[in-house]
Each structure stands twice: as structure tokens, then as C-alpha cells.
């Protein structure tokens, strides 16, 4: 029997919703994860300060007893956003970061940033007293390939900010490329990445070919097997650059299962099996402790969790439940379609 023991690990990109989804998901994340970056993609956004603390007693609100949780907020960029709010944000030490979505590019974007410049006073404020930009890295140009827009993001949004405003420190969240893998390499110490479990372990054939897969559909979309690759060896490669952020985006079945489906694979209850499991395959277990519990704390000058996660190796497959069943219909947790072995024990 292996076992591996960890620091806590944390989740630095997760969406919990609200209401009763949030109350069905919390538990799944605050089994294994002691803190996690939440997403502002609610509907209305979590825009002010006001909201963010608003969200945040919601959440605690929603945790059950026994369970040990601290939410990280975030403030949803819009174009009226007001700076002074932000660095009050920042001050109140409840919010860790700024979130960049580009109108448009997902869930619940559509109040999110169509020109950078109108946000300019806001990241300057970010650079100045070190508040990071959590970006969602696509562009949503029509005519830019779905399957090229965190390329193309890269090239052209990402790329003139930070030379730009080289002290904003900004996370690529979710990247999906070796083009991203690339450029979080060659960054200074500003700029991160996350990486999800999903995008460790499906490429866009686990979506489209013998059949369209619903429940693999999240966006950034998973690409072709190359880029899967590229996260493995960079998830894998100890570099302080890359951590976890699971993504784990609950959407009812009734909704992935649907004409146009919703993005997100809700990865929350099984993350940390699939993650030693990947780790392993990759002879790298070692290094599953620096992407999952320190590198993350690191870019974000926070302590690394005094408390432990254990895993162990059995001979029998681990088992989830199917779905997690939330009083507005189920969710379907992600399934890898090969059986997982490391189970989370304490
Ligand atoms: O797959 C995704 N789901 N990607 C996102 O960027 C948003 C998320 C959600 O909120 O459902
Ligand atoms: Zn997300």
C-alpha cells in the first residue's frame, strides 16, 4: 500500500454559485480543500466590495458544521468598476484578486470587459498595491476558431497589457495550450497559471468522436492531444509557475444535457484521486504537493495549510456518486472513464 500525505491543498479557481446550488457543491470542495479562489460569475456578478462580503457570508452560511472553509472572493471586472472600491476590496483582506472576463467569452459574461481601456485605471490601481487579475484568456472575436481564442488572447490582449503594466501580476486561469504552457513559462514572477484535473485528462476527442459528451464540454474548450500533453509535463514539472485550479462548474444535467448546452465539468469530488493518479502516471507524485498545496499560497503570499490531506492506494477502484444532487436537478461529477485507485482518506 502507497500512501502520500500533502499540506491541505487549495482550489484556485472554483465556482460555488449561490442559493441552493452553492449549498449541494460547498461540501464537495471543503471535504479536501482548505481554501479556494470563488469565482464572481454569479447572476447579478459579484462586482463591489458590498458583494463580495454579501457572497462571502452566504458561503459561510452555507458551510456545514465540523467543516473548516476559508473562501477566497473575487470582484467581477467590469467596465464601471471603480478603482477606489477595488483597493478597499484589497485593503478588507476578503478579497485576493480581480477577475477579467472578456464579454462574452463564457457563463455569465456578458458584463465582463469589451475594451481594455476602460479598465486601465482599475489594473493600475492592481499593479500599484499588488492585487492580481485572474484572466479568463479567450477572445470572443466570431471570426477567431474556438479552438485558437486562448492563442489568439495571448498575442493580443495578454501579451500588450503586461508590457504595458509589467507589476500587475496577473493568472492565466484554465490554460488549455502548449502556447499557454509557453508563456507563463517565459514570465517573470507577475505572472501564474492554473491548470484544471479536466484538462490533465481529456482532450477534444473525449468530447466529439463516437458520440458528443456533454459533460467533458467546459470552456476554455479542451484541445487537441498535443496541448494536453503540454499541461501534463508543466503540471508535473514542479515549476512554481503552475497550480491547481479545478474549474469544478456545476450546471444541472437538465442544462449540459441540452440543445445548447452550458460549459463546465464539476471535477470538485474526485479532484484530488484523479490528480495523484495523473501525477503517478507521470512519475511525479513528489511533485503533486507543490501544485496542489504550495505554489498557489506562493503567488499569492499566502501560508501554506498547517493541516494535512492524506491519500492511499488500494486494490480496489475508488467510487463516486454518479451525481451530486442539488434541490435545482442533478450534477453529474466528472467521470474519467478509467478506474482511479488513490483514494482521499483524511
Ligand atoms: O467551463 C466553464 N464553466 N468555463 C467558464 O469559464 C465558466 C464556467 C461556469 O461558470 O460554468
Ligand atoms: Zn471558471
Redesign the pocket.
Known amino acids: 500500500m502507497q500512501t502520500i500525505t500533502l499540506p491541505r491543498p487549495d482550489d484556485w479557481h472554483l ?1 460555488l454559485r449561490d442559493g441552493a446550488m452553492l449549498r449541494a457543491v460547498l461540501p464537495e470542495s471543503a471535504r479536501h480543500f482548505a481554501r479556494a479562489i470563488i ?1 464572481p ?1 454569479l447572476v447579478p456578478p459579484v462586482v463591489t466590495l458590498d458583494d463580495a462580503q454579501a457572497y462571502h457570508q452566504q458561503i459561510m452560511a452555507a458551510l456545514p458544521q465540523g467543516m473548516d472553509f476559508e473562501p477566497l472572493m473575487t470582484l467581477y471586472l467590469t467596465e464601471s468598476t471603480d478603482p477606489t472600491d477595488v483597493e478597499r476590496a484589497a485593503a478588507s483582506g476578503l478579497v485576493k484578486a480581480v477577475k477579467l472576463y472578456p464579454a462574452g ?5 456578458h458584463g465582463g470587459v469589451r475594451d481594455l481601456n476602460m479598465v486601465m485605471p482599475v489594473l493600475e490601481t492592481m499593479a500599484r498595491i499588488g492585487l492580481p487579475l485572474c484572466t ?1 484568456g479567450e477572445v470572443t472575436t466570431p471570426e477567431v476558431d474556438i479552438f485558437d481564442r486562448e492563442a489568439v488572447f495571448i498575442d493580443t490582449v495578454l501579451d500588450p497589457l503586461r508590457r504595458s503594466l509589467p507589476e500587475l501580476r496577473v493568472v492565466m486561469e ?1 490554460i488549455t495550450t502548449e502556447e499557454g504552457v509557453a508563456y507563463a513559462a517565459e514570465g517573470s514572477d507577475t505572472l501564474a497559471a492554473t491548470i484544471t484535473t479536466h484538462h490533465l485528462i481529456i482532450n477534444r476527442n473525449h468530447i466529439l468522436a463516437g458520440g458528443i459528451k456533454p459533460h467533458y ?4 474548450v479542451a484541445k487537441r492531444e498535443k496541448h494536453r500533453l503540454a499541461l501534463r509535463r508543466a503540471a508535473t514539472s514542479g515549476s512554481p509557475r503552475y497550480f491547481l485550479g479545478t ?1 469544478s ?1 456545476p ?1 444541472v444535467d437538465a442544462l449540459k444535457e441540452h440543445a445548447c448546452g ?4 464539476f471535477t470538485a469530488t474526485n479532484t484530488m484521486s484523479l490528480l495523484a493518479h495523473v501525477f503517478e502516471e507521470e512519475g511525479a507524485l513528489d511533485r503533486l504537493e507543490g501544485f496542489a498545496s504550495r505554489h498557489g499560497p506562493t503567488f499569492y503570499g499566502l501560508p501554506v495549510n498547517e493541516r494535512t490531506l492524506t491519500l492511499e492506494k488500494r486494490t480496489e477502484p475508488c467510487i463516486w456518486p454518479e451525481k451530486i444532487q442539488a434541490d435545482p436537478g442533478p450534477v453529474t461529477v466528472f467521470n474519467p472513464g478509467f478506474p482511479v485507485h488513490w483514494h482521499v482518506v483524511t
Do not use: Q, R
Open positions: 465556482h469565482m460569475n467569452a463564457t457563463t455569465n459574461s479568463h484554465h464540454y467546459c470552456l476554455p474549474d462548474a450546471h452550458c460549459a463546465g465539468c
